[in-house]
């Protein structure tokens, strides 16, 4: 169930979202969104396919307000974005949670979703490693519209697996370690919401500085930061002071 607190118009906004994945890349790049650009909270999502959790406003210390697992932010007229940050796994099957985020993408008359996410840096396979370790992949909506601006940015896109089978060729598209990444692209390609996942490759550790690579590889498509133009001071939210837990008793040395 899909709740919202404020009645806000959301017609031409982009819907971004993280996907729960290998070093928490996306839901890090949320919470860069989200403090950098003074989202306001403006709802809820209640599903009962995520493990519930209740904590401190992950943005501001001195609010009373809650955070649950999953919380609606929205911008501004001129940034025009609506971002849902997911703060616990999945447990169950994701086909009602699929089917609400849809209807909200229609029914508000939301233009695009873009997808946050991360794979596991030991699956990159290629013939000749580039350095760059961020992809996307991209509906034919999106291609149509964006896809100059990927070749202008030097993008690189992601690219299936072939299969050979009794029936021919087929592609398959795979991002090892990303979540449910692969499953919501398909799932809103096939209802035909343009939709797209931008992806780094990482390993488990430290990925506050990938999450930095990820919003910056999204401001250079969408540029509600204005990193194209000017260099960014970034702004960390408190949540983040928590991210490893206390530093090791002193005794144990």
């Known amino acids: 169930m899909i709740k919202l607190t404020r009645d806000i118009s959301l017609e031409n906004y982009t819907l971004i979202l993280p996907s729960v994945a290998v070093g928490n890349v996306g839901q890090l790049s949320v919470d860069l969104l989200v403090a950098n650009l003074n989202l306001e909270k403006i709802g809820q999502i209640f599903s009962t396919a995520f493990v519930p959790i209740v904590g401190a406003n992950a943005y501001d210390e ?11 932010y929205a911008g501004t007229e001129e940034q025009r974005i609506v971002v849902v940050q997911i703060r616990s ?3 169950a099957d994701l086909t009602e949670f699929f089917e609400e985020l849809k209807q909200f993408v229609i029914d508000r008359k939301i233009a695009k979703v873009i997808v946050l996410a991360s794979s ?5 396979r290629e013939i000749q490693p ?9 509906s034919s909506e999106i291609q149509a519209e964006s896809g100059k601006l990927f070749d202008d940015l030097n993008w690189i896109p992601h690219k299936s697996n072939k299969n ?3 029936t021919g060729v087929e592609e398959r598209l795979r991002i ?3 979540g449910f990444a692969k499953s919501i692209f398909n799932f809103l390609s096939d209802a035909k919401i343009p939709c797209a996942v931008l992806f780094k490759f990482c390993s488990e550790g430290d990925n506050t500085s990938d999450a930095l690579l990820l919003v910056h590889y999204l401001d250079q498509w969408i540029d509600v930061l204005g990193t194209r133009r000017k260099s960014v001071t970034w702004k960390f939210p408190p949540s983040w002071k928590h991210l490893f837990g206390r530093p090791p008793p002193r005794g144990m040395y």
């Not at 001195?62 to 609606?72: F, R």
Request: aromatic share 12%.
């Open 164 to 166: 050979d089978s009794d």
């Open 62 to 72: 001195k609010s009373n307000e809650l955070v649950t697992a999953i919380d609606i």
């Open 176 to 178: 090892p370690g990303g």
């Open 120 to 124: 596991y840096d030991y699956e990159r």
């Open 130 to 138: 580039n350095p760059l370790k961020l992809r996307y992949v991209a």
């Open 89 to 91: 796994p999945y447990v």
